[in-house]
């Protein structure tokens, strides 16, 4: 099929480019349609979208002819580079960090990041949005078509299919998200919630931020008033006056402690004078500090549930070995839906010869029966129908065979050498149509993967 | 549709479905709580396609002591399924399944009473009541009996089953002062109908036929009442209402233990 469009990726990421390199090629926002419209304007892109965030910019594309699709794309680049590059050899400059990707590569590729397995972070949600938000820039800038719509609707598709079937973003890996994850374990939610953050340490005011998005109420202490005010300006929330530290203990739900103090300035004595003002109600307490803020024997204390570093890193640890246990599996739900996938382009690619050809032995079987009909001079209408019959059941019996082998073919990879071969044995008129090229070299694509970061 | 088939259905399915959630308690993958919860629907549904064939059956549950058991477990797993659409509860499964299970099981095993005493009107209300009172304390205290399981883990650092499906402590503590509240003057009124049919049928007048169970409702009745002013007035939340509630539980349970001993004898 000659005139079929293949999809192609162009682009570099943290996988591959230090992040002086990326930033580099790093699209605003405000130009995105404008770097778009030049894009597609190159010679033999026909469809094209774009993607940049802080850990990777690449250029889908469905190209007519591969080899000089990305030799424009990459001069794009370079186009775009060459301002700021200085002295340096803008083509040296960046290809050593790009990596290109076409057919089944491209398209396992982009499953992969949009399924988060290609991230920095594996599994972190922020990446599908971002590649959705990609296509449809594309799509409003008038610069996709059939081709992306297809592979990017699978993308998607095999995103939300990853998140519902495997675990890989289903627990937080950072020490601020765990902490707010194991509060959970206590309480229903944040709205409403009470949290005193004792010390102006940026951890502690990292994970208050996340509960006070929540709807909680955080106030902050510190020893000194002027930090404590400081770090309440910058992020919005209250403060306490340290000397009236159990006052304020009595009425919270969750407390975040990092001071630098070197002795525990929460010891089981005074929780427990806490804990009885507050009828032992539930209080979570969070203690990130080094040396810690608490001593640990005030987690024996009835309703006080005490955690410190440790404790969120071992979970930490432990959620991200869990999400590399799920990525494996995530992996082969990408390599079952680009096999699908491939499968149903191919099936789509014999669809019009097999509708061709059916056409074409439906019609010279058609006409012999009429003149048949005629030679034999039969003009009794019931007799003509038969003749219709017999001569469309010979054509299915004769075009069985050739259909199965189609099919069978679009289940593998030679569907389009055998579907070219009937097209020229049966001279078919087939109607060229964009679609993904699966040709065989396309696995070829992983060693044009590039040069790791140097 | 036979019977038969049905009660296999919903003991295999909830049986099952214990087998799934107890598994995702002890840790195992999240995928076990998406089968856990259709086994468990499908047992439920069996278990009402059951319960809806008896009643054309003259097997109500108000007919006999068995099908009231059997409607209590019923009542259990939708009170279950219902919390379960607003809450995380997928862990708490492992608890409430197996309590379904183990009721469902009791009807089919306890022999049928037949008829209640008297069968007046009184005596079907009572029986309602009482079911109605008993499946919520039964549900109150599954959630207390989770709350002291899962407060342990917590307390130990020990996350394992608590990372997906796991209800916040808060919640289990929620609905379980909810089950009471709802539970108490339920079975207030239970106790109530009890005391007139028995007061009715003379059975006090001898002083013969005093039965444990009557001690151990009343026992129930006060530790529910305890627990509901503990509540109020002390502010008692926690680990100790949840003691609370599974004690009070444990005399409503002794009143059903009394009665099935005294039926098998």
């Known amino acids: ?454 | 549709m036979n019977p038969a088939a049905l009660a296999l259905a919903q003991i295999g399915a909830y049986g099952l479905a214990s087998g799934l959630y107890l598994g995702l308690f002890l840790g195992g993958g999240q995928r076990l709580a998406g089968w856990a919860c259709f086994l468990f629907l499908l047992g439920f549904a069996a278990h009402l396609g059951d319960i809806g064939i008896g009643c054309f059956d003259a097997r109500h549950p108000l007919s006999s002591t068995s099908e009231a058991l059997s409607f209590v477990g019923w009542l259990l797993a939708g009170g279950f399924l219902l919390a379960s659409l607003r809450n995380r509860l997928a862990t708490t499964g492992a608890f409430a399944a197996p309590t379904v299970l183990v009721f469902v099981l009791l009807a089919r095993v306890l022999p049928d009473s037949g008829a209640r005493a008297g069968g007046s009107g009184l005596a079907t209300i009572h029986i309602l009541l009482s079911t109605a009172g008993e499946a919520l304390f039964a549900l109150a205290a599954v959630l207390a009996l989770i709350y002291i399981v899962q407060e342990r883990r917590l307390k130990r650092k020990d996350f394992t089953g608590l990372r997906d499906g796991a209800a916040p402590l808060e919640t289990l503590d929620r609905l379980s002062r909810l089950c009471v509240l709802i539970g108490f003057p339920i079975f207030t009124l239970a106790i109530t109908t009890g005391a007139v049919l028995v007061a009715r049928l003379g059975l006090l007048r001898s002083g013969k036929d005093i039965r444990a169970e009557y001690l151990f409702a009343v026992v129930s009745w006060f530790a529910y009442g305890a627990l509901i002013i503990a509540r109020r007035s002390a502010g008692w939340q926690g680990r100790r209402a949840a003691w609370l509630t599974v004690s009070g539980f444990a005399a409503a349970l002794l009143v059903l233990v009394g009665y099935f001993l005294r039926r098998l004898s």
């Open chain 1, 1 to 454: 099929m000659t005139n079929a469009l293949e999809f192609v990726i162009l682009g570099l990421s943290h996988r591959t480019a230090p992040l002086d390199v990326r930033e580099q090629l790093a699209v605003s926002p405000d130009e995105l349609a404008e770097r778009l419209r030049l894009l597609r304007e190159l010679p033999g892109i026909a469809e094209t979208a774009l993607l940049s965030t802080c850990n990777r910019v690449e250029i889908y594309a469905a190209v007519s002819d591969r080899a000089a699709a990305f030799t424009a794309l990459q001069g794009h680049l370079n186009t775009q580079v060459a301002p700021i590059a200085g002295d340096r050899d803008v083509h040296h400059l960046i290809e050593p960090h790009l990596y290109r990707r076409h057919g089944r590569a491209a398209i396992h590729h982009l499953f992969r990041v949009a399924a988060s397995l290609d991230s920095m972070v594996v599994g972190e949600p922020q990446i599908l949005g971002q590649v959705k938000d990609a296509f449809k820039n594309g799509a409003d800038a008038g610069t996709t078509g059939p081709t992306l719509d297809s592979c990017f609707a699978r993308a998607f598709r095999v995103a939300r299919r990853i998140r519902r079937e495997t675990g890989i973003g289903t627990q937080p890996v950072s020490v601020s998200s765990v902490a707010v994850d194991l509060v959970r374990r206590v309480f229903a939610g944040f709205a409403g919630r009470k949290v005193l953050v004792i010390g102006a340490g940026e951890m502690s005011a990292l994970a208050a931020r996340s509960m006070a998005s929540e709807g909680a109420s955080i106030v902050v202490t510190n020893r000194t008033r002027a930090r404590a005010e400081a770090l309440a300006q910058e992020h919005g929330f209250g403060v306490a006056d340290f000397g009236e530290l159990e006052k304020a203990l009595a009425a919270t739900d969750v407390v975040i402690t990092s001071t630098g103090a070197r002795q525990p300035i929460l010891d089981r004595a005074r929780l427990q004078r806490v804990q009885r003002a507050r009828r032992f109600a539930p209080i979570v307490i969070v203690d990130i500090a080094v040396p810690r803020d608490v001593e640990p024997a005030a987690s024996e204390i009835e309703g006080v549930f005490l955690w410190d570093i440790d404790d969120l890193q071992k979970e930490t640890a432990s959620h991200l070995e869990g999400r590399m246990r799920e990525a494996e599996q995530a992996e082969n739900v990408v390599e079952e839906e680009v096999v699908r996938f491939l499968g149903t382009v191919r099936g789509q690619a014999v669809g019009p010869t097999i509708k061709a050809l059916r056409e074409r032995f439906s019609e010279l079987g058609r006409s012999h029966a009429e003149r048949a009909r005629s030679r034999a001079g039969i003009t009794d209408p019931k007799v003509a129908v038969e003749f219709d019959r017999m001569a469309d059941a010979l054509i299915n019996e004769l075009l069985h065979a050739p259909q199965v082998a189609l099919k069978k073919a679009a289940a593998v990879d030679d569907a389009d050498v055998l579907a070219g071969a009937v097209q020229r044995l049966f001279d078919l008129p087939i109607a060229a149509e964009a679609q993904v090229e699966s040709d065989d070299d396309a696995d070829d694509a992983d060693d044009d993967e590039v040069k790791k970061n140097p």
